[in-house]
Protein backbone atom coordinates (compact mmCIF):
# COMPACT_ATOMS: atom_id res chain seq x y z
CA UNK A 1 0.00 0.00 0.00
CA UNK A 2 1.15 3.25 -0.66
CA UNK A 3 2.23 5.76 1.70
CA UNK A 4 -0.17 8.69 1.44
CA UNK A 5 -3.13 6.31 1.66
CA UNK A 6 -1.09 4.82 5.41
CA UNK A 7 -1.03 8.57 6.02
CA UNK A 8 -5.16 8.86 5.94
CA UNK A 9 -5.67 5.34 7.38
CA UNK A 10 -3.13 5.82 10.27
CA UNK A 11 -3.61 2.55 12.98
CA UNK A 12 -5.06 5.01 15.30
CA UNK A 13 -7.91 5.54 12.84
CA UNK A 14 -8.36 1.58 11.94
CA UNK A 15 -8.66 0.63 14.87
CA UNK A 16 -10.98 3.38 16.63
CA UNK A 17 -12.78 2.83 13.00
CA UNK A 18 -13.46 -0.71 14.11
CA UNK A 19 -13.64 0.02 17.77
CA UNK A 20 -14.98 3.13 18.25
CA UNK A 21 -15.52 4.11 22.00
CA UNK A 22 -18.15 5.77 23.36
CA UNK A 23 -20.82 4.49 20.63
CA UNK A 24 -23.80 4.37 22.67
CA UNK A 25 -26.60 6.48 24.17
CA UNK A 26 -26.45 8.62 27.13
CA UNK A 27 -29.74 8.08 28.95
CA UNK A 28 -30.01 11.46 31.08
CA UNK A 29 -28.70 13.28 27.89
CA UNK A 30 -29.10 16.97 28.58
CA UNK A 31 -28.01 18.06 24.88
CA UNK A 32 -27.97 16.14 21.83
CA UNK A 33 -28.17 16.80 17.91
CA UNK A 34 -28.52 14.82 14.50
CA UNK A 35 -25.67 15.26 12.21
CA UNK A 36 -26.06 14.44 8.44
CA UNK A 37 -23.74 14.19 5.64
CA UNK A 38 -26.13 13.68 2.45
CA UNK A 39 -23.66 12.69 -0.06
CA UNK A 40 -22.11 9.96 1.67
CA UNK A 41 -25.86 8.78 3.60
CA UNK A 42 -23.71 9.66 7.40
CA UNK A 43 -25.29 9.85 10.11
CA UNK A 44 -24.97 10.17 13.69
CA UNK A 45 -26.69 11.17 17.00
CA UNK A 46 -24.58 13.48 19.32
CA UNK A 47 -25.07 12.42 23.19
CA UNK A 48 -23.49 15.31 25.61
CA UNK A 49 -24.33 15.27 29.77
CA UNK A 50 -23.22 18.68 30.73
CA UNK A 51 -23.27 19.71 34.37
CA UNK A 52 -24.01 22.74 36.11
CA UNK A 53 -20.20 23.69 35.63
CA UNK A 54 -20.56 23.59 32.35
CA UNK A 55 -18.29 20.76 31.76
CA UNK A 56 -18.80 17.81 30.12
CA UNK A 57 -19.35 14.88 32.27
CA UNK A 58 -20.07 12.50 29.29
CA UNK A 59 -20.29 12.53 25.78
CA UNK A 60 -20.94 9.88 22.99
CA UNK A 61 -22.27 9.13 19.60
CA UNK A 62 -24.71 6.80 17.45
CA UNK A 63 -24.52 6.17 14.15
CA UNK A 64 -22.80 4.10 11.44
CA UNK A 65 -20.32 5.64 8.93
CA UNK A 66 -17.06 5.58 7.20
CA UNK A 67 -14.08 4.60 9.20
CA UNK A 68 -12.54 8.66 8.74
CA UNK A 69 -16.13 9.83 10.01
CA UNK A 70 -16.49 6.77 12.67
CA UNK A 71 -13.23 7.00 14.41
CA UNK A 72 -13.34 11.05 14.28
CA UNK A 73 -16.67 10.94 16.59
CA UNK A 74 -14.81 7.91 18.74
CA UNK A 75 -11.04 10.38 19.32
CA UNK A 76 -13.54 13.17 19.78
CA UNK A 77 -15.59 11.55 22.57
CA UNK A 78 -12.05 10.87 24.52
CA UNK A 79 -10.59 13.96 23.94
CA UNK A 80 -13.80 16.12 25.33
CA UNK A 81 -15.00 14.35 28.11
CA UNK A 82 -14.26 16.59 31.20
CA UNK A 83 -14.06 20.12 29.11
CA UNK A 84 -15.61 23.38 29.16
CA UNK A 85 -17.99 24.22 26.95
CA UNK A 86 -15.47 26.91 25.65
CA UNK A 87 -12.60 24.35 25.59
CA UNK A 88 -15.04 21.94 23.38
CA UNK A 89 -15.56 24.91 21.27
CA UNK A 90 -12.00 25.69 20.82
CA UNK A 91 -11.23 22.26 20.12
CA UNK A 92 -13.75 22.03 17.29
CA UNK A 93 -12.01 25.14 16.03
CA UNK A 94 -8.30 23.95 16.55
CA UNK A 95 -9.60 20.93 14.81
CA UNK A 96 -11.21 22.29 11.90
CA UNK A 97 -8.31 24.04 11.31
CA UNK A 98 -6.58 20.72 11.01
CA UNK A 99 -8.83 18.95 8.81
CA UNK A 100 -9.08 21.75 6.44
CA UNK A 101 -5.30 22.72 5.97
CA UNK A 102 -5.64 25.76 8.23
CA UNK A 103 -3.48 27.41 10.81
CA UNK A 104 -4.16 25.58 13.62
CA UNK A 105 -4.00 27.90 16.44
CA UNK A 106 -4.54 26.23 20.21
CA UNK A 107 -4.03 26.97 23.78
CA UNK A 108 -1.35 24.89 26.04
CA UNK A 109 -3.85 23.57 27.96
CA UNK A 110 -5.47 21.88 24.87
CA UNK A 111 -2.00 20.54 23.49
CA UNK A 112 -2.39 16.82 24.59
CA UNK A 113 -5.29 16.67 22.88
CA UNK A 114 -4.47 18.08 19.70
CA UNK A 115 -1.64 16.05 19.69
CA UNK A 116 -3.76 12.89 19.93
CA UNK A 117 -6.40 14.26 17.36
CA UNK A 118 -3.60 14.88 14.83
CA UNK A 119 -3.74 11.47 12.97
CA UNK A 120 -6.70 12.82 10.99
CA UNK A 121 -4.54 15.85 9.49
CA UNK A 122 -4.06 13.55 6.50
CA UNK A 123 -7.95 14.16 5.74
CA UNK A 124 -6.74 17.81 4.38
CA UNK A 125 -5.26 16.13 0.96
CA UNK A 126 -8.72 14.80 -0.13
CA UNK A 127 -11.23 17.15 -0.02
CA UNK A 128 -14.26 14.94 0.03
CA UNK A 129 -13.00 13.34 3.66
CA UNK A 130 -12.58 16.63 4.91
CA UNK A 131 -16.72 16.49 5.84
CA UNK A 132 -16.53 12.94 6.80
CA UNK A 133 -13.95 14.24 9.40
CA UNK A 134 -15.87 16.91 10.69
CA UNK A 135 -18.99 15.86 10.89
CA UNK A 136 -18.65 14.56 14.46
CA UNK A 137 -17.50 17.97 15.46
CA UNK A 138 -20.20 19.84 13.83
CA UNK A 139 -22.98 18.26 15.51
CA UNK A 140 -21.02 18.64 18.89
CA UNK A 141 -21.61 22.86 18.15
CA UNK A 142 -24.91 21.87 17.43
CA UNK A 143 -25.75 20.24 20.11
CA UNK A 144 -23.89 22.91 22.06
CA UNK A 145 -26.05 25.28 21.03
CA UNK A 146 -29.28 23.17 21.20
CA UNK A 147 -29.63 23.11 17.55
CA UNK A 148 -31.55 19.67 16.49
CA UNK A 149 -30.13 18.96 12.94
CA UNK A 150 -26.97 19.65 10.89
CA UNK A 151 -25.54 18.74 7.82
CA UNK A 152 -22.31 19.09 6.00
CA UNK A 153 -22.80 18.93 2.36
CA UNK B 1 -14.95 7.55 -38.46
CA UNK B 2 -12.18 6.24 -36.59
CA UNK B 3 -13.20 2.34 -36.98
CA UNK B 4 -13.68 1.22 -40.55
CA UNK B 5 -17.10 -0.34 -40.92
CA UNK B 6 -15.57 -4.33 -42.07
CA UNK B 7 -13.40 -4.12 -39.45
CA UNK B 8 -15.69 -3.66 -37.03
CA UNK B 9 -17.85 -6.45 -38.18
CA UNK B 10 -14.71 -8.61 -37.39
CA UNK B 11 -13.96 -9.38 -34.03
CA UNK B 12 -14.25 -6.89 -30.99
CA UNK B 13 -10.69 -5.91 -30.93
CA UNK B 14 -11.28 -4.21 -27.02
CA UNK B 15 -7.40 -3.48 -27.32
CA UNK B 16 -7.89 -1.91 -30.67
CA UNK B 17 -10.77 0.33 -29.25
CA UNK B 18 -9.51 1.58 -26.22
CA UNK B 19 -6.60 3.45 -28.24
CA UNK B 20 -9.41 5.87 -29.74
CA UNK B 21 -9.97 6.68 -26.18
CA UNK B 22 -6.82 8.97 -25.54
CA UNK B 23 -8.31 9.56 -21.53
CA UNK B 24 -7.40 5.88 -20.71
CA UNK B 25 -3.83 6.60 -21.95
CA UNK B 26 -2.83 8.84 -18.88
CA UNK B 27 -1.61 7.32 -15.81
CA UNK B 28 -3.37 8.61 -12.76
CA UNK B 29 -1.85 8.72 -9.17
CA UNK B 30 1.22 7.13 -10.94
CA UNK B 31 -0.68 4.31 -12.28
CA UNK B 32 -3.21 3.14 -15.35
CA UNK B 33 -6.22 4.61 -15.08
CA UNK B 34 -9.06 1.71 -14.73
CA UNK B 35 -12.08 3.73 -15.24
CA UNK B 36 -15.10 1.60 -14.00
CA UNK B 37 -17.58 4.94 -13.39
CA UNK B 38 -19.06 5.36 -16.93
CA UNK B 39 -22.56 5.01 -15.65
CA UNK B 40 -21.80 8.27 -14.06
CA UNK B 41 -20.47 9.78 -16.90
CA UNK B 42 -18.30 7.64 -20.00
CA UNK B 43 -15.20 8.49 -22.00
CA UNK B 44 -15.04 9.85 -24.97
CA UNK B 45 -12.91 8.07 -28.64
CA UNK B 46 -11.45 10.99 -30.36
CA UNK B 47 -13.96 11.06 -33.21
CA UNK B 48 -16.39 12.91 -30.69
CA UNK B 49 -13.39 14.98 -28.83
CA UNK B 50 -12.33 16.04 -32.71
CA UNK B 51 -16.38 16.59 -34.19
CA UNK B 52 -16.87 18.98 -31.17
CA UNK B 53 -13.24 21.29 -32.08
CA UNK B 54 -13.91 20.55 -35.57
CA UNK B 55 -17.08 22.92 -35.40
CA UNK B 56 -15.55 25.55 -33.49
CA UNK B 57 -12.46 25.64 -36.07
CA UNK B 58 -14.07 25.44 -39.39
CA UNK B 59 -17.98 25.64 -38.94
CA UNK B 60 -19.01 27.50 -35.91
CA UNK B 61 -21.89 30.47 -35.89
CA UNK B 62 -25.38 30.57 -34.57
CA UNK B 63 -27.99 28.41 -36.27
CA UNK B 64 -31.51 28.86 -37.61
CA UNK B 65 -31.39 32.43 -38.43
CA UNK B 66 -28.41 33.55 -40.38
CA UNK B 67 -28.26 34.24 -43.83
CA UNK B 68 -24.49 33.78 -44.55
CA UNK B 69 -22.77 30.38 -45.19
CA UNK B 70 -21.01 29.71 -41.96
CA UNK B 71 -24.67 29.64 -40.47
CA UNK B 72 -26.37 27.73 -43.20
CA UNK B 73 -23.20 25.07 -42.35
CA UNK B 74 -23.70 25.04 -38.68
CA UNK B 75 -27.76 24.61 -39.19
CA UNK B 76 -27.33 21.53 -41.43
CA UNK B 77 -24.73 19.86 -38.89
CA UNK B 78 -27.24 20.57 -36.40
CA UNK B 79 -30.30 19.46 -38.27
CA UNK B 80 -28.24 16.74 -39.86
CA UNK B 81 -27.44 15.60 -36.12
CA UNK B 82 -31.09 15.35 -35.35
CA UNK B 83 -31.33 12.68 -38.41
CA UNK B 84 -28.48 10.80 -36.77
CA UNK B 85 -30.53 10.55 -33.37
CA UNK B 86 -33.44 9.50 -35.44
CA UNK B 87 -32.12 6.78 -37.04
CA UNK B 88 -30.69 5.62 -33.77
CA UNK B 89 -34.04 5.20 -32.15
CA UNK B 90 -35.87 4.58 -35.34
CA UNK B 91 -37.82 7.41 -34.47
CA UNK B 92 -40.36 8.51 -37.22
CA UNK B 93 -40.31 11.72 -37.60
CA UNK B 94 -36.95 13.68 -37.07
CA UNK B 95 -38.67 16.82 -35.41
CA UNK B 96 -39.93 13.89 -32.82
CA UNK B 97 -36.15 14.47 -31.79
CA UNK B 98 -35.58 17.49 -29.02
CA UNK B 99 -32.39 18.40 -28.28
CA UNK B 100 -32.10 19.25 -24.27
CA UNK B 101 -29.16 19.62 -21.62
CA UNK B 102 -29.53 16.16 -20.39
CA UNK B 103 -31.99 13.46 -19.54
CA UNK B 104 -32.85 15.21 -16.23
CA UNK B 105 -33.74 18.21 -18.27
CA UNK B 106 -35.81 16.03 -20.69
CA UNK B 107 -37.79 14.29 -18.02
CA UNK B 108 -38.63 17.82 -16.28
CA UNK B 109 -39.93 18.87 -19.87
CA UNK B 110 -42.62 16.39 -20.05
CA UNK B 111 -43.42 16.80 -16.01
CA UNK B 112 -43.31 21.23 -16.69
CA UNK B 113 -45.88 20.98 -20.34
CA UNK B 114 -47.57 17.13 -20.81
CA UNK B 115 -47.70 17.32 -17.06
CA UNK B 116 -48.92 20.45 -16.50
CA UNK B 117 -51.49 20.57 -19.54
CA UNK B 118 -52.98 16.96 -19.23
CA UNK B 119 -52.68 16.12 -15.41
CA UNK B 120 -55.65 17.11 -13.04
CA UNK B 121 -55.44 16.38 -9.44
CA UNK B 122 -56.11 12.74 -7.80
CA UNK B 123 -54.25 11.19 -11.35
CA UNK B 124 -51.68 9.10 -10.79
CA UNK B 125 -48.34 8.72 -12.07
CA UNK B 126 -46.40 5.26 -11.54
CA UNK B 127 -42.73 4.86 -11.48
CA UNK B 128 -40.53 2.67 -9.90
CA UNK B 129 -38.79 1.89 -6.64
CA UNK B 130 -35.46 1.93 -8.63
CA UNK B 131 -35.34 5.38 -10.29
CA UNK B 132 -32.72 7.86 -10.37
CA UNK B 133 -33.75 11.29 -8.47
CA UNK B 134 -34.21 12.73 -11.78
CA UNK B 135 -37.74 10.88 -11.84
CA UNK B 136 -38.63 11.49 -8.60
CA UNK B 137 -38.64 15.01 -8.40
CA UNK B 138 -39.62 16.56 -11.35
CA UNK B 139 -42.94 14.24 -10.51
CA UNK B 140 -43.06 15.29 -6.74
CA UNK B 141 -42.80 19.31 -7.79
CA UNK B 142 -45.85 18.77 -10.24
CA UNK B 143 -47.56 16.64 -7.28
CA UNK B 144 -47.15 19.74 -5.26
CA UNK B 145 -48.57 21.99 -7.98
CA UNK B 146 -51.21 19.94 -9.16
CA UNK B 147 -52.30 17.35 -6.68
CA UNK B 148 -51.55 14.34 -8.61
CA UNK B 149 -51.12 11.01 -6.96
CA UNK B 150 -47.31 9.34 -7.33
CA UNK B 151 -47.48 4.92 -7.08
CA UNK B 152 -44.40 3.57 -6.47
CA UNK B 153 -43.50 -0.27 -7.88
CA UNK B 154 -41.52 -1.81 -5.69
CA UNK B 155 -38.34 -3.54 -5.97
CA UNK B 156 -37.90 -7.20 -5.74
CA UNK B 157 -34.96 -8.85 -3.50
CA UNK B 158 -32.79 -9.60 -6.81
CA UNK B 159 -33.17 -5.91 -8.12
CA UNK B 160 -36.27 -7.05 -10.89
CA UNK B 161 -39.24 -4.83 -10.84
CA UNK B 162 -41.70 -7.44 -12.20
CA UNK B 163 -44.01 -6.47 -15.00
CA UNK B 164 -46.84 -7.16 -12.42
CA UNK B 165 -45.37 -4.97 -9.89
CA UNK B 166 -46.68 -2.27 -12.19
CA UNK B 167 -49.42 -3.39 -13.83
CA UNK B 168 -50.74 -3.69 -10.15
CA UNK B 169 -50.91 -0.09 -9.85
CA UNK B 170 -52.57 0.55 -13.04
CA UNK B 171 -55.90 2.37 -12.78
CA UNK B 172 -58.48 4.20 -14.87
CA UNK B 173 -56.85 7.11 -13.02
CA UNK B 174 -53.37 6.52 -14.22
CA UNK B 175 -51.87 8.98 -16.82
CA UNK B 176 -48.37 8.39 -16.98
CA UNK B 177 -46.18 5.15 -16.69
CA UNK B 178 -42.29 6.77 -16.19
CA UNK B 179 -40.05 4.08 -15.49
CA UNK B 180 -36.30 3.80 -16.22
CA UNK B 181 -34.81 1.22 -18.88
CA UNK B 182 -31.83 0.23 -16.69
CA UNK B 183 -31.13 0.91 -13.36
CA UNK B 184 -28.04 3.23 -12.71
CA UNK B 185 -27.43 1.20 -9.22
CA UNK B 186 -28.53 -2.08 -10.04
CA UNK B 187 -28.27 -2.28 -13.67
CA UNK B 188 -31.51 -4.29 -13.81
CA UNK B 189 -33.20 -3.85 -16.99
CA UNK B 190 -36.95 -3.78 -16.99
CA UNK B 191 -39.58 -4.91 -19.68
CA UNK B 192 -40.22 -1.84 -20.78
CA UNK B 193 -42.02 -3.26 -23.97
CA UNK B 194 -44.08 -4.90 -21.59
CA UNK B 195 -44.54 -2.27 -19.29
CA UNK B 196 -46.01 0.38 -22.20
CA UNK B 197 -48.18 -2.51 -23.91
CA UNK B 198 -49.96 -2.70 -20.60
CA UNK B 199 -49.91 1.15 -19.59
CA UNK B 200 -51.61 1.81 -23.19
CA UNK B 201 -54.05 -1.14 -22.20
CA UNK B 202 -54.69 0.68 -18.93
CA UNK B 203 -55.04 4.77 -21.11
CA UNK B 204 -51.62 5.66 -19.83
CA UNK B 205 -48.51 6.96 -21.46
CA UNK B 206 -45.60 6.18 -21.08
CA UNK B 207 -41.77 8.20 -20.60
CA UNK B 208 -39.08 5.70 -20.34
CA UNK B 209 -35.40 7.30 -18.71
CA UNK B 210 -33.36 5.80 -20.82
CA UNK B 211 -29.74 7.66 -19.51
CA UNK B 212 -28.35 3.92 -18.54
CA UNK B 213 -30.04 1.85 -21.41
CA UNK B 214 -28.94 3.43 -25.23
CA UNK B 215 -25.09 2.66 -24.59
CA UNK B 216 -26.00 -0.69 -23.81
CA UNK B 217 -28.80 -2.43 -25.96
CA UNK B 218 -30.39 -1.32 -28.90
CA UNK B 219 -33.51 0.91 -28.83
CA UNK B 220 -36.72 1.57 -31.46
CA UNK B 221 -39.20 3.75 -29.89
CA UNK B 222 -41.50 2.36 -32.34
CA UNK B 223 -41.37 -1.30 -32.01
CA UNK B 224 -41.06 -0.50 -28.21
CA UNK B 225 -44.65 2.36 -28.65
CA UNK B 226 -43.03 4.38 -26.31
CA UNK B 227 -44.66 7.73 -25.57
CA UNK B 228 -41.52 9.63 -24.53
CA UNK B 229 -37.83 8.39 -24.25
CA UNK B 230 -34.88 10.34 -22.59
CA UNK B 231 -31.11 10.03 -22.65
CA UNK B 232 -27.83 12.16 -22.34
CA UNK B 233 -25.08 12.03 -24.85
CA UNK B 234 -22.42 11.94 -22.29
CA UNK B 235 -23.77 8.34 -20.81
CA UNK B 236 -23.50 7.52 -24.65
CA UNK B 237 -19.83 8.44 -25.10
CA UNK B 238 -20.64 12.00 -26.37
CA UNK B 239 -20.01 15.60 -25.13
CA UNK B 240 -21.47 16.94 -21.55
CA UNK B 241 -24.85 19.53 -22.35
CA UNK B 242 -26.96 17.55 -24.63
CA UNK B 243 -29.73 15.54 -23.70
CA UNK B 244 -32.50 13.46 -25.99
CA UNK B 245 -36.30 14.16 -25.67
CA UNK B 246 -38.03 11.88 -28.16
CA UNK B 247 -42.12 12.35 -28.14
CA UNK B 248 -44.58 11.00 -30.12
CA UNK B 249 -45.74 13.91 -32.95
CA UNK B 250 -49.36 13.83 -31.63
CA UNK B 251 -48.22 14.20 -28.21
CA UNK B 252 -45.59 17.08 -28.25
CA UNK B 253 -47.78 19.36 -31.04
CA UNK B 254 -50.67 18.45 -28.13
CA UNK B 255 -48.28 20.22 -25.20
CA UNK B 256 -47.45 24.14 -24.70
CA UNK B 257 -43.99 25.23 -24.74
CA UNK B 258 -41.37 24.55 -21.72
CA UNK B 259 -39.16 27.77 -22.39
CA UNK B 260 -39.80 30.83 -24.15
CA UNK B 261 -37.65 32.53 -26.02
CA UNK B 262 -35.60 33.00 -29.71
CA UNK B 263 -35.88 30.18 -32.14
CA UNK B 264 -39.13 28.95 -30.14
CA UNK B 265 -41.60 31.58 -31.74
CA UNK B 266 -42.99 31.91 -34.94
CA UNK B 267 -44.55 35.80 -34.30
CA UNK B 268 -43.84 38.01 -31.15
CA UNK B 269 -46.31 40.59 -30.51
CA UNK B 270 -46.22 42.26 -27.26
CA UNK B 271 -50.08 41.17 -27.16
CA UNK B 272 -49.75 37.67 -28.76
CA UNK B 273 -47.04 35.41 -29.76
CA UNK B 274 -47.36 32.34 -31.87
CA UNK B 275 -45.33 29.13 -31.64
CA UNK B 276 -42.63 27.73 -33.83
CA UNK B 277 -43.49 24.10 -35.22
CA UNK B 278 -41.83 20.84 -33.89
CA UNK B 279 -38.84 20.52 -32.82
CA UNK B 280 -38.18 24.61 -32.33
CA UNK B 281 -40.68 24.67 -30.25
CA UNK B 282 -38.88 23.02 -27.40
CA UNK B 283 -35.88 24.46 -28.20
CA UNK B 284 -35.60 27.92 -26.75
CA UNK B 285 -32.40 30.13 -26.95
CA UNK B 286 -28.72 29.15 -28.39
CA UNK B 287 -28.66 25.57 -28.21
CA UNK B 288 -25.43 23.45 -28.48
CA UNK B 289 -24.51 23.93 -31.40
CA UNK B 290 -20.94 22.13 -31.39
CA UNK B 291 -22.54 19.35 -29.12
CA UNK B 292 -24.56 18.10 -31.09
CA UNK B 293 -22.76 17.04 -33.68
CA UNK B 294 -20.26 15.56 -31.22
CA UNK B 295 -23.28 13.56 -30.01
CA UNK B 296 -23.95 12.36 -33.98
CA UNK B 297 -20.46 11.32 -33.99
CA UNK B 298 -21.04 9.66 -30.63
CA UNK B 299 -23.88 7.58 -31.97
CA UNK B 300 -21.72 6.61 -34.96
CA UNK B 301 -18.87 5.43 -33.14
CA UNK B 302 -21.46 2.90 -31.60
CA UNK B 303 -23.24 2.44 -34.06
CA UNK B 304 -19.97 0.90 -35.94
CA UNK B 305 -19.01 -0.73 -33.65
CA UNK B 306 -22.49 -2.21 -33.18
CA UNK B 307 -24.40 -2.29 -29.78
CA UNK B 308 -24.87 -5.82 -30.04
CA UNK B 309 -21.72 -6.33 -30.31
CA UNK B 310 -20.83 -3.88 -27.90
CA UNK B 311 -23.73 -5.56 -25.44
CA UNK B 312 -22.00 -8.88 -25.70
CA UNK B 313 -18.58 -7.95 -24.57
CA UNK B 314 -20.04 -5.98 -21.58
CA UNK B 315 -21.95 -8.79 -21.21
CA UNK B 316 -18.97 -11.18 -20.85
CA UNK B 317 -17.21 -8.67 -18.42
CA UNK B 318 -20.28 -8.63 -16.52
CA UNK B 319 -20.52 -12.10 -16.24
CA UNK B 320 -16.59 -12.33 -15.20
CA UNK B 321 -16.54 -9.17 -12.95
CA UNK B 322 -19.51 -10.95 -11.02
CA UNK B 323 -18.36 -14.31 -10.38
CA UNK B 324 -14.76 -13.20 -9.58
CA UNK B 325 -16.22 -10.40 -7.10
CA UNK B 326 -18.72 -13.17 -5.59
CA UNK B 327 -15.97 -14.80 -4.45
CA UNK B 328 -14.53 -12.30 -2.84
CA UNK B 329 -15.60 -12.68 1.47
CA UNK B 330 -17.66 -10.63 3.19
CA UNK B 331 -18.63 -9.17 -0.40
CA UNK B 332 -22.32 -8.26 -1.63
CA UNK B 333 -23.43 -7.87 -4.66
CA UNK B 334 -26.60 -6.05 -4.56
CA UNK B 335 -29.17 -5.96 -7.48
CA UNK B 336 -28.59 -9.72 -8.72
CA UNK B 337 -31.05 -10.62 -11.29
CA UNK B 338 -29.99 -12.02 -14.68
CA UNK B 339 -31.56 -9.22 -16.48
CA UNK B 340 -29.17 -6.93 -15.91
CA UNK B 341 -26.66 -4.62 -17.91
CA UNK B 342 -23.04 -4.29 -16.64
CA UNK B 343 -23.50 -2.24 -13.60
CA UNK B 344 -22.43 -3.94 -10.35
CA UNK B 345 -23.28 -2.58 -7.18
CA UNK B 346 -21.93 -3.72 -3.83
CA UNK B 347 -21.28 -3.70 -0.39
CA UNK B 348 -18.41 -5.21 2.07
CA UNK B 349 -18.65 -5.92 5.57
CA UNK B 350 -15.57 -4.65 6.66
CA UNK B 351 -15.26 -0.77 4.98
CA UNK B 352 -17.51 1.47 4.48
CA UNK B 353 -18.46 2.27 0.61
CA UNK B 354 -16.12 5.94 0.64
CA UNK B 355 -13.17 4.01 2.24
CA UNK B 356 -13.78 1.00 -0.55
CA UNK B 357 -13.54 4.13 -3.28
CA UNK B 358 -10.73 5.68 -1.69
CA UNK B 359 -8.78 2.89 -1.36
CA UNK B 360 -9.96 1.78 -5.04
CA UNK B 361 -9.19 5.39 -6.02
CA UNK B 362 -5.33 4.83 -4.46
CA UNK B 363 -4.49 1.98 -6.94
CA UNK B 364 -6.21 3.62 -9.99
CA UNK B 365 -9.56 2.12 -10.15
CA UNK B 366 -12.37 5.15 -10.31
CA UNK B 367 -15.86 3.35 -9.13
CA UNK B 368 -18.40 5.51 -7.51
CA UNK B 369 -19.35 5.38 -4.08
CA UNK B 370 -22.07 7.10 -2.56
CA UNK B 371 -26.46 6.83 -3.12
CA UNK B 372 -26.35 7.39 -6.94
CA UNK B 373 -29.17 9.28 -6.97
CA UNK B 374 -31.41 6.82 -5.82
CA UNK B 375 -31.86 7.17 -2.24
CA UNK B 376 -35.02 5.51 -1.96
CA UNK B 377 -33.33 2.64 -3.31
CA UNK B 378 -30.39 2.19 -0.92
CA UNK B 379 -33.37 2.47 1.85
CA UNK B 380 -34.86 -0.46 0.22
CA UNK B 381 -31.83 -2.59 0.46
CA UNK B 382 -30.54 -0.89 4.47
CA UNK B 383 -27.66 0.15 2.83
CA UNK B 384 -26.12 3.86 3.40
CA UNK B 385 -24.55 3.70 0.13
CA UNK B 386 -22.69 0.96 -2.17
CA UNK B 387 -19.58 1.15 -4.23
CA UNK B 388 -20.61 0.83 -7.49
CA UNK B 389 -18.33 -0.33 -10.39
CA UNK B 390 -19.82 -0.16 -14.24
CA UNK B 391 -18.38 -1.15 -17.65
CA UNK B 392 -18.68 0.40 -20.86
CA UNK B 393 -17.62 -0.64 -24.11
CA UNK B 394 -13.66 -0.15 -23.49
CA UNK B 395 -13.15 -1.97 -20.90
CA UNK B 396 -11.28 -4.98 -20.53
CA UNK B 397 -10.49 -8.45 -18.39
CA UNK B 398 -7.23 -6.97 -16.61
CA UNK B 399 -9.92 -3.96 -15.93
CA UNK B 400 -11.63 -6.30 -13.95
CA UNK B 401 -8.67 -7.91 -11.96
CA UNK B 402 -7.18 -4.92 -11.06
CA UNK B 403 -10.59 -3.82 -9.50
CA UNK B 404 -10.63 -7.22 -7.71
CA UNK B 405 -6.86 -6.92 -6.41
CA UNK B 406 -8.00 -3.70 -5.07
CA UNK B 407 -11.38 -4.93 -3.39
CA UNK B 408 -8.48 -7.59 -1.66
CA UNK B 409 -6.35 -4.61 -0.69
CA UNK B 410 -9.37 -2.57 1.03
CA UNK B 411 -9.54 -6.34 2.75
CA UNK B 412 -6.27 -6.30 4.19
CA UNK B 413 -6.62 -2.34 5.27
CA UNK B 414 -10.24 -2.96 7.12
CA UNK B 415 -10.48 -6.55 8.12
CA UNK B 416 -10.41 -7.31 11.49
Redesign the interface.
Known sequence: ??D??RD??QEVI?DH??HPRNRRMIEDANHHARGENP?????LIVFLKINADGVIEDVSFEG?????STASASLMTEVIVGKSEKQAEELFASFHALATGGEVESSEELEDEMDRLHVLAGVRD?PV?VK?ATLAWHTLVAALKDEQKVTTE | MIIAKAEARGAYDVERIRADFPILGRPVRGRPLIYLDSTASAQKPQSVIDAESEIYATEYANIHRGLYYLSERATERYEASRRTVQRFLNARHAHEVIFTRNTTESINLVAATYGRRFLQPGDEIVITGLEHHSNIVPWQLLREERGIVIKVAPVADDGDVPLEAITGLLTPRTKLVSVAHISNVLGTILPVAEIIRAAHAAGAKVLIDGAQAVMHLPVDVQALDADFYAFSAHKLYGPTGVGVLYGKEDLLNAMPPYQGGGDMIRTVTFEKSTWAPLPQKFEAGTPAIAQVPALAAAIDYVTALGLDRIASHENNLLAYASERLAAVPGLRIIGTTPHKAAVISFALDC?????IA??LD?AGVAVR???HCA?PL?ERFGV??TARASFGLYNNRADVDALVAAVT?VQ???G?
Open positions: MSDLLYLGRLCGDKQGCAIYRC | AHPHDQVNAGHQMPAKELFQ
